[in-house]
């Protein structure tokens, strides 16, 4: 296992996996884990909302189908409330102790989703992004990107649905666009693929990807004894 050390104390690395229904998020992340933890990375999968018992409590709540009345802004700040809940309670502590930690979405589906999906103001979810993460932001983020109609596809062909996934076909245009936006304002962070090819091609994509951006971070990196 090997840590970095970096400003502030945090030694570990904080990927993220983002995009929209359907994409191959899960299906990778899982695959991305095994192949880091082979690689004798101590990794950790998790997902957003989840992570711990409290967000995955708050993630029922959020993706009940049953919950067609629930206010944009109570949406917003049950997504926060997660997130706070699962950073304080996991990914920090994780990071801190020197460990990869793989999530399965993290803010940039609040901007994605609840920012262009919903048309809530970009600069009030910035603002309750800094009261939940104090700006913490994944170390490196792979953004899958992919045809909508592709994406719902393939999940109906699992039926999953979800209350986010019920929603019109033009509401998840635009959180593809705020997606494709964001990889445009953070190239360095945020690496885009295309997730219309197949699960294997994708893989070793990310891992390109991902270790290339370990081996560019070696200069930080001690072993640990
Ligand atoms: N590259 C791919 N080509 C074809 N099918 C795929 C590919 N990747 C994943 N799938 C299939 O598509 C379905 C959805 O994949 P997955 O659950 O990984 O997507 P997701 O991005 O996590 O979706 P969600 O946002 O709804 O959680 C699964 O049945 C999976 O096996
Ligand atoms: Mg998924």
Redesign the pocket.
């Known amino acids: 296992m090997i840590k970095r050390r970096i400003k502030g104390g945090r030694t570990g690395t904080f990927v993220s996996l983002e995009?929209?229904?359907?994409?191959?998020?899960?299906?990778?992340a899982k695959l991305l884990s095994e192949y880091l933890s082979k690689k004798g990375f101590n990794t950790i999968l998790t997902e957003e909302p989840g992570g711990t018992v409290i967000s995955r409590q708050i993630r029922r709540v959020l993706l009940s189908t049953r919950h067609d009345k629930m206010d944009y802004m109570a949406e917003l700040l049950l997504y926060n409330a997660a997130r706070i809940q699962h950073l304080k309670e996991k990914i920090i502590p994780v990071i801190n102790s020197g460990k990869i930690v793989i999530t399965?979405r993290f803010s940039d589906s609040t901007v994605a989703y609840q920012g262009y999906g919903r048309g809530i103001s970009l600069k009030l979810i910035d603002t309750l992004d800094k009261i939940a993460t104090g700006g913490m932001r994944p170390d490196i983020t792979i953004l899958?990107d992919l045809d909508v109609e592709i994406g719902l596809k393939?999940?109906r062909?699992?039926n999953?649905r979800d209350r986010l996934?019920l929603e019109d076909i033009e509401f998840h245009r635009r959180v593809r666009e705020g997606y494709l936006q964001l990889a445009a304002m953070e190239p360095e962070r945020i690496k885009l693929i295309n997730?219309s090819?197949?699960?294997d091609t994708?893989h070793h994509e990310i891992i390109g990807i991902i270790n290339k951006f370990l081996q560019g971070i070696t200069l930080n990196i001690v072993p640990v004894r």
């Open positions: 995009g929209i229904e359907g994409t191959g998020k899960s299906t990778q399965d899958f393939r999940n062909k699992i999953k996934e997730a090819k197949n699960i994708v």
